[in-house]
């Protein structure tokens, strides 16, 4: 379950949450965002393996596809494709994200009082920033895969899926960064990248949007 940080004063919000036990407010929090996180994380991984071209005939993509198709497929007929992206997909997860921190905020009962608009819009940015680090949990996932596979079980039916998701994201540390006894060290800057997004910009993003609402 990812962090989210919300500024809400105990003035505003203690009408509400009064009427929510702590531990079941608790509860309530970590079903919605559990949910929500697991959702947009198949939506997200949906639209990176046709992002990448991945293998199309693969349990990974029948799974995500059999468990995304219901919204998926009535979404693309108002939101066409660009560019060769699925954009209905990507707009799937972001109101995935956005709804699932609208009803966490609701179960803490929080207030927008005049600030709606600044809320709403703090909101789906937020939302795109919870999207963003789904995404580079996933890449980051997929490159530890990735690199245990290829000493343990190389030939393994998930190693062509695999490659195709990080491809994109190693070509550029592989061009600068030449083998070392054969062994290739572009999976490990590529994770301490994504370590440095997740901890720095990411982070800071997501605080001061927190404060927003």
Not at 61 to 80: C, Y
Not at 99 to 115: E, P
Not at 156 to 184: E, G, K
Request: proline share 6%; with cysteine.
């Amino acid at each position: 379950m990812l962090p989210m940080t919300v500024a809400v004063s105990s003035a505003r919000n203690s009408a509400k949450t009064d009427l929510i036990h702590p531990m079941l407010a608790q509860t309530l929090i970590f079903v919605v965002s559990a949910l929500g996180d697991f959702f947009a994380f198949a939506l997200i991984t949906r639209f990176l393996l046709q992002w990448v071209r991945a293998p199309a005939r693969n349990q990974l993509s029948e799974f995500v596809a059999a468990l995304t198709n219901f919204v998926v497929i009535p979404t693309r007929r108002f939101v066409p494709g660009l560019w060769g992206l699925d954009l209905a997909t990507l707009l799937l997860a972001l109101l995935t994200e956005t709804l699932k921190l609208w009803l966490i905020l609701q179960i803490k009962g929080a207030q927008f009082g005049n600030a709606v608009g600044t809320a709403v819009v703090a909101l789906f940015a937020l939302a795109a920033i919870h999207m963003l680090q789904l995404m580079v949990y996933l890449v980051m996932g997929a490159l530890i895969l990735q690199a245990i596979l290829s000493w343990v079980n190389p030939y393994s039916p998930i190693a062509p899926i695999l490659n195709s998701v990080t491809r994109p994201f190693l070509r550029p540390f592989q061009r600068v960064i030449p083998l070392v006894a054969n062994v290739d060290l572009s999976p490990l800057a590529a994770l301490l990248v994504c370590q440095l997004i997740l901890a720095v910009p990411l982070t800071w993003l997501e605080t001061n949007l927190g404060r927003l609402i």
